[in-house]
């Protein structure tokens, strides 16, 4: 994910987080998962295509997702991402380490 506009960073490793728990809410696309993160970060997040789809594929290697093809609303052919057991695991376990780095910088910020 490159900075547009000024746009903050991802820490390394958090594009994996932010896949993670958005399919926890249900199988989504690859188009759909970037508009979430798009429009839920209130466009601070654009994720493009040459950062989302290496780590949907790591993510998949890992176990962490499975990927099924269907189709979109406007009928095109489309991988579907689905979080799996290992993946649930692995997002408390990434989620447990994100909020223990944002307090550790916090606290560093504000010493």
Partial sequence: MGATNDAPE????TLD???????QRGSMHGYGIAQHLRVTSEDVLQVGESSLYPALQ??????????EWGLSDN????RYYS?????????????????????????????
């Fill in 10 to 13: 991802l820490l390394p490793g």
């Fill in 17 to 23: 987080l932010l896949i993670l728990r958005t399919l």
């Fill in 58 to 67: 790591r993510l998949l290697v890992n176990g962490w997702i499975t990927g």
């Fill in 75 to 78: 009928n095109r052919r489309a």
């Fill in 83 to 111: 979080l799996t057991a290992a993946g649930r695991k692995r997002l408390a376990v990434e989620r447990k380490g994100f909020d223990q780095m944002v307090l550790a910088i916090q606290r560093v910020l504000e010493a």
